[in-house]
C-alpha cells in the first residue's frame, strides 16, 4: 500500500523564480493538503484540496496556488521566490475534509533552498 | 496567544523513564487531537489520534485529552534512545474542517 509520494526531495532556486512540487495521496484517499514547514517551526497550513477544488485556505500570499487532478493527486505552485520560502513543503493526504475524518498522513517532504 | 501551545524543551529523560509531554489550545470548540513524531531532517509521523476526553493507550504511548481544561498530553513508557524526536501536537480546530493547526514541537531527548 502506497504511503504519500513528493517529488523532488530537495530543490533549489533563486530568487524570483517559480517552482512546482508534485504530491500522489495514499491509495484510497481523495484529499490533499500542503504546508510549510520553517525551520524550527510546526508545520504551518497553506491549502487543501478534494474533489479538485480549493476547499480551505492559511494565510499564504497569492503566489501560493495549486491544483488537484483527476487521480487526487496535487500539485503546489510557488511564484517569484522569496528567500523566506526556503522551507519543508509536506504534503498530507486524507480521506474526506471533516473534522472528524481519519487523521492526515504525510509524505517524505520536499526541502525547497532558495539562493 | 497562540493557537496550540507546548514546550520546546529541550525535555531530557533517562532511558526506561516515563516521558510527559503536553500541549494546550486555545479554541474550546476543537474536535480532534494528534501527536507527530518528527525525527531531524525527515517528515512528522503519526503516532496518536485522539477525540474523546480521557486516555487512550496504544503500546508505550498514551494520550490523554481534557477538553474543559483544553490540554492534551503524551506519555511514552519505557522510554528508548529510539524516542529521541520532537514531537508535535496537532488540533482540528473549530470550523477548520480537517486543517491541521500545529505547535512548535517538544524536543525529547532519552539520555543512557
Known amino acids: 500500500d502506497a504511503g504519500v509520494t513528493q517529488s523532488p526531495t530537495h530543490l533549489i532556486k533563486t530568487r524570483g523564480q517559480q517552482v512546482t512540487l508534485r504530491c500522489s495521496p495514499k491509495s484510497g484517499h481523495d484529499t490533499v493538503s500542503w504546508y510549510q514547514q520553517a525551520l524550527g517551526q510546526g508545520p504551518q497550513f497553506i491549502f487543501q484540496y478534494y474533489e479538485e477544488e480549493e476547499r480551505q485556505r492559511g494565510n499564504f500570499p497569492d503566489r501560493f496556488s495549486g491544483h488537484q487532478f483527476p487521480n487526487y493527486s496535487s500539485e503546489l505552485n510557488v511564484n517569484a521566490l522569496l528567500l523566506g520560502d526556503s522551507a519543508l513543503y509536506l504534503c498530507?493526504?486524507?480521506?474526506?475534509?471533516?473534522?472528524?475524518?481519519?487523521?492526515?498522513?504525510f509524505g517524505d517532504g520536499t526541502r525547497l533552498s532558495i539562493l | 496567544q497562540k493557537e496550540v501551545e507546548q514546550n520546546s524543551g529541550p525535555l531530557s529523560v533517562p532511558e526506561g523513564a516515563i516521558a510527559s509531554l503536553n500541549c494546550t489550545y486555545s479554541d474550546r470548540g476543537s474536535q480532534s487531537f494528534f501527536w507527530y513524531r518528527q525525527y531531524s531532517g525527515k517528515s512528522p509521523e503519526l503516532i496518536m489520534s485522539?477525540?474523546?476526553?480521557g486516555d487512550k493507550e496504544d503500546g508505550r504511548f498514551t494520550a490523554q485529552l481534557n477538553k474543559a481544561s483544553q490540554y492534551v498530553s503524551l506519555l511514552i513508557r519505557d522510554s528508548q534512545p529510539s524516542d529521541s524526536a520532537t514531537y508535535l501536537c496537532?488540533?482540528?480546530?473549530?470550523?477548520?474542517?480537517?486543517?491541521?493547526?500545529f505547535g512548535t514541537g517538544t524536543q525529547l531527548k532519552v539520555e543512557l
Open positions: 485522539i477525540y474523546s476526553n
Open positions: 498530507a493526504s486524507s480521506l474526506g475534509t471533516g473534522p472528524l475524518t481519519w487523521p492526515q498522513h
Open positions: 496537532a488540533v482540528n480546530m473549530r470550523g477548520g474542517g480537517n486543517k491541521l493547526t
